[in-house]
């Protein structure tokens, strides 16, 4: 696992960066997106090397984390929406390359294998973009959630809820009370995951990430099992960590032409 202790614009240009060698070399990459605030200066970045210096999403395919069960099709907080919005129609994304759970799906299970299936199908995750929720879940894996779990139905914690009602302009009645989300398992087949988090309300949860026990009460911490992690964060959200000045001393002495 490597942490990066850096600025939000250095964070956001190291993801893209790595997002980029990937998209060059080989222009048909399997990209894992998320939602939330935490990845969105890294699509400002991409877009903005996509308008001035060509970089091109025309042949990739790309799959998001999770999405909401019920929201409709128009709501502008389902997932699918929020990623169109946010990157995909802002690049050169083909139609329909990117896909999400369908949360309106009459068999729910039955999407959530589906969705597994078509991530396998299309050769797995190459780059996959985390953020982390306050209490350590990645996706919406969710305290408690099997470290081996596929796509599945999980039920949103009430501080999920509550740390999300800001998208609902503050109700929280209005953010359902379910989701469909990529399973622990499914992300860690991911070949390279990059988690970004900022602000001191993550620090507990980076912490367990990075030097907790690897338990289902910080779900996140399941990607010390993963062999390419690359954790982006600022400096409150390292507020926590042990290993912080090794983690600063080791990214100053690393050559600036290596990348993530
Ligand atoms: C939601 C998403 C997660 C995301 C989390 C943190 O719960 N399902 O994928 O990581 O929010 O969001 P933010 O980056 O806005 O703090």
Request: glycine content about 8%.
């Amino acid at each position: 696992m490597e942490v990066i202790i850096a600025t939000l614009d250095e964070l956001a240009r190291l993801a893209a960066g790595a997002i980029e060698k990937l998209v060059r070399s080989r222009p048909d990459a399997v990209l894992g997106l998320a939602t939330g605030c935490s990845p969105l200066p890294i699509y400002d970045e991409l877009v903005r090397r996509h308008v001035e210096e060509g970089l091109s999403f025309a042949q990739a395919t790309a799959f998001t984390l999770d999405e909401y069960v019920g929201l409709p099709a128009e709501h502008p907080e389902r997932y699918l929406n929020v990623i169109e919005h946010e990157i995909a129609e802002r690049v050169d994304f083909a139609p329909g390359a990117v896909h999400g759970p369908d949360g309106l799906a009459v068999d729910l299970e039955a999407a959530c294998a589906a969705y597994d299936e078509a991530i396998s199908a299309a050769g797995g995750i190459d780059l996959q973009i985390l953020g982390i929720g306050t209490d350590g879940h990645v996706g919406f894996n969710e305290p408690g959630s099997s470290l081996a779990s596929r796509t599945r139905i999980k039920t949103l914690t009430e501080q999920t809820r509550a740390d999300n009602a800001r998208f609902f302009a503050g109700d929280l009645d209005a953010v359902p009370q379910h989701c469909l989300t990529q399973g622990l398992g499914t992300i860690m087949q991911a070949r390279h995951i990059v988690l970004i988090a900022t602000g001191r309300a993550k620090a507990d949860a980076i912490h367990q990430l990075v030097e907790g026990p690897v338990s289902a009460m910080w779900p996140a911490a399941i990607l010390q099992h993963h062999p390419h992690v690359t954790v982006l964060i600022d400096n409150a959200a390292a507020s926590r960590l042990q290993l912080a000045d090794y983690f600063r001393s080791t990214y100053a002495a690393k050559p600036a032409w290596q990348g993530v």
